[in-house]
């Protein structure tokens, strides 16, 4: 190959460097010369243009990408078109995310010219996320390199998704005195709500006292089962001790043993998940959870979990190999409720309410294979992103975003936002399930309250979310705060804890409003303006409220 300026006269079938604005039209970068262009160049004055020209077995950048792509051949993949030198790689299904460093490291050393990135190794994904891509930065690749590239490809596997499986999983949860039923309720709701991912099955919940005979009988009592949710899927047991482990002689791995199993780890180089212990009773995993596996926010337990849905349990040596990068605690796409205090000594202020936008319907008004109204711009801006912009501005509390239908796209257009993504892989069933979904989500923070906020409201302002909120703060008593436009009830609405069980109820494609109409709490109306009746369901909508549809 070669690169640099050539007269119009040698330039045939060579590779446009830069693209050239003509009064006929521009001429693309990577554009391949024909005689027309050449004659429109010359009419248009250009004498020169810098072209990449390629020699037998060269490659533009396109095919050299596609031809990557053929090798990688891991499973749970699906690849995109060769563009611009890029291809893309998708997950085909939930799944663990594995990568082997060595290889992508061996595939980058290659060529400067050719570069692979993914996500990190044991990463958790969703059905359609991005997981990898290819790209050829300049305009082609030369025979040797394209075919060393490839070897190293088709010599160990880059990269692949390892689809989650079923399993019936068995819930243990030791008691003590001090330990509350709620949490005990919650942890069983937050773990069920884990499981959705993989489509597993909690089908037996057992609690006991904080000894390790009774964690052993109830284990021996759970891999006993052979019901007909059992005998179709392979088991695991999860224990929730009322205290945390200490020792590696603490009654949960204590009870492991008793039970005729074996403890591999006591101890996880991840924060949070520090306290986690992990068994097995001949071929069943057996996870002794650490206390913050009762909140859904990441941490080393989901790694162990993971690891085991998707059929690559961890070993104790690779988990002792987990410490960098295990401190998840301040990464800013997971925040925590325990963030860092303006100054020594400082206290901060508990949130009264989390705010739980609803993005993960499928728009079906908008026609069969329209545009997302959730995408389409106003003033610039993704519908989804303006509104979830304006709850987080309120600053009232955390900001739970439920996603489903085209979550990817929902999750790239609200990037550099503080919130917490929810995934609601049953949003095809109605609004019920997304709301529910955020509830937990807020209600396992230990919120007393959520706002439930509909991300096509595009003139819901910061303003009109901190008059809720302070409506609530101001209440005597526990309340429903309901936002209102000359009297007719319209959202948002502020829902207390004394509604959370009633909502969780909820099926198919209801909201809240048979709950607001039967509470026995007051329902206080606060008055916001038209906003609170103005949501864009349709194409025409979108447009009469300043909206620009996108794809």
């Not at 893309?88 to 490291?105: I, P, Q, T």
């Not at 980058?108 to 990135?117: C, E, I, K, Q, S």
């Not at 990463?123 to 490839?150: W, Y």
């Not at 926010?297 to 690891?307: E, P, S």
Request: hydrophobic share 45%; charged share 25%.
């Amino acid at each position: 190959m070669s690169f640099g300026p050539l007269p119009l006269d040698e330039a045939l079938g060579a590779i446009l460097a830069h693209s050239i604005p003509l009064a006929s039209g521009k001429l693309a970068k990577g554009r391949r010369l024909s005689a027309g262009d050449l004659e429109r160049l010359r009419n248009g004055g250009v004498e020169q243009v810098i072209v990449r020209r390629l020699e037998a077995g060269d490659r533009t950048e396109d095919e050299a990408a596609a031809l990557l792509a053929e090798a990688i051949h891991g499973p749970g993949l699906e690849q995109g078109p060769a563009a611009t030198g890029r291809v893309n790689f998708y997950a085909v299904a939930n799944g663990l995310f594995a990568a082997d460093k060595a290889v992508v490291d061996r595939f980058n050393r290659v060529d400067p010219a050719m570069t692979l990135a993914c996500l990190a190794d044991r990463s958790d994904v969703r059905a359609g996320d991005l997981v990898a891509t290819i790209k050829i930065n300049p305009l082609a690749v030369s025979a040797a390199s394209l075919d060393a590239a490839t070897k190293v490809l088709e010599a160990g596997e880059a990269f692949s998704v390892r689809a989650y499986q079923p399993h019936a999983v068995h819930l243990i949860a030791t008691e003590l005195p001090s330990l509350k039923r709620s949490v005990m309720d919650k942890t069983a709701r937050v773990l069920d709500a884990r499981l959705q991912r993989s489509s597993s099955r909690l089908v037996s919940e057992r609690r006991v006292p904080h000894h390790a005979e009774a964690v052993a009988e109830a284990l021996s009592a759970a891999l006993g089962k052979t019901d007909g949710e059992t005998l179709e899927l392979p088991p695991l047991v999860v224990i929730f001790g009322a205290s945390a482990v200490c020792d590696a002689e603490d009654v949960i791995p204590k009870a492991i043993r008793l039970a005729g199993g074996t403890v591999e780890r006591v101890g996880l180089p991840v924060d949070p998940g520090n306290l986690l212990v992990l068994g097995r009773i001949g071929e069943v995993p057996v996870i002794g959870a650490p206390g913050c596996a009762r909140s859904p926010k990441d941490n080393g337990f989901d790694w162990v979990l993971n690891g085991i849905l998707s059929g690559l349990p961890p070993s104790s040596d690779e988990m002792a190999g987990w410490g960098v990068g295990g401190l998840l605690m301040e990464i800013p796409s997971r925040p925590l409720p325990r963030l860092a205090v303006a100054g020594a000594g400082a206290e901060t202020e508990r949130p009264a309410l989390g705010i739980v936008v609803l993005a993960a319907g499928r728009a079906s008004r908008m026609g069969e294979g329209g545009s997302h109204k959730l995408l389409a711009t106003f003033e610039g801006e993704a519908l989804v992103r303006r509104v979830v912009r304006q709850a987080v501005k309120a600053d009232c509390g955390p900001v739970f975003v439920v996603t489903g239908h085209r979550a990817n796209e929902i999750a790239l257009s609200l990037e550099g936002l503080d919130v917490e993504l929810v995934n609601n892989p049953a949003y095809h069933t109605g609004m019920a399930s997304s709301l529910r979904a955020g509830l937990l989500a807020a209600e396992a923070a230990g919120l007393p309250a959520i706002m439930v906020l509909l991300a096509d409201m595009p003139g819901v302002a910061t303003e009109d979310i901190q008059r809720l909120a302070e409506t609530l703060r101001d209440a005597e008593s526990p309340a429903i705060i309901r936002a209102v436009a000359d009297g007719q009830r319209g959202n948002p609405v502020i829902l207390p804890a004394h509604t959370f069980e009633v909502l969780k109820a909820l099926e198919g494609d209801i909201g809240a409003r048979a709950v607001i109409e039967s509470a026995d709490i007051p329902v206080i109306d606060v008055e916001i303006g038209a906003a609170a009746r103005l949501d864009v369901d349709t194409p025409e909508a979108v447009i009469a409220a300043g909206g620009i549809l996108k794809d």
